[in-house]
């Protein structure tokens, strides 16, 4: 059964704590993303790999890094620098670069701090 | 100013009405779009996409692009409950270009349809 995964689904975390993401998928799919969505905001993008061990920062990078050790996997940390952590965040994966680049999205994680 | 302007709504309408959903553009560079629907506490998924102009249906639903006015639509006939979530315009420049990666987003129209 094909897909992305992300966990854990829920997340609370204190101020100044980092924590970490996860995503998987079995799409054997090349590149992988990570949204934050906020209310009235759509989707931002966070960070993208178009290949293993390289990454790029998209619109709101700051705050966050990524790794891409493996293709199936995207953890995405939220460091303490990221001032105003608490939203949505969503993975997603597409066959890359190629055609209509459609992007399959996991169920997300919602993070909040405390 | 935002690249991608979407009524937020939320738009609330009776079982079996029709439903336009639109999004407006300002980069001219925009060539592929697409239309994702997300349900409550989901992840979007892709609903329908479109190259350039013109109309595409599929069942109920129907887009639209009309690139002349950067202006884009969803229809869907017959409303049902089960349609009801937010609906998300995206959009991509063609691949040879630098930012092809990258898909720009609209702010999702949150829809209810009631029985």
């Known amino acids: 059964d094909g897909g992305i995964t992300q966990s854990p689904k829920y997340l609370f975390r204190k101020e100044g704590q980092n924590v970490t993401l996860s995503c998987e998928q079995n799409l054997n799919h090349d590149a992988m993303y990570w949204y934050r969505q906020d209310p009235g905001q759509g989707l931002r993008l966070i960070y993208y790999s178009q290949i293993v061990n390289d990454f790029q920062k998209g619109d709101i990078a700051e705050g966050y890094s990524v790794s891409r050790e493996k293709k199936e996997s995207f953890p995405l940390t939220v460091t303490s620098a990221q001032k105003n952590p608490t939203a949505f965040y969503l993975c997603?994966?597409?066959?890359?670069?190629?055609?209509?680049?459609?992007?399959?999205f996991g169920p997300g994680t919602r993070l909040t701090v405390l | 100013q935002k690249e991608v302007e979407q009524d937020p709504g939320p738009l609330s309408v009776p079982e079996g009405a029709i439903v336009s959903l639109n999004c407006t553009y300002s980069n001219s560079a925009f060539q592929y779009f697409m239309w994702y629907r997300q349900y409550s506490r989901k992840g979007p998924e892709l609903l329908m996409y479109t190259y350039s102009s013109g109309n595409k249906e599929d069942g109920r639903f129907t887009a639209q692009v009309d690139k002349s006015s950067k202006y884009i639509s969803l229809f869907i006939r017959d409303s049902q409950p089960s349609d009801s979530a937010t609906y998300l315009c995206?959009?991509?420049?063609?691949?040879?270009?630098?930012?092809?990666?990258?898909?720009?987003f609209g702010s999702g129209t949150q829809l209810t349809v009631l029985p």
């Open positions: 995206a959009m991509r420049t063609p691949r040879d270009s630098g930012s092809a990666r990258q898909l720009t």
């Open positions: 997603a994966s597409s066959i890359a670069p190629s055609g209509l680049n459609e992007q399959f």
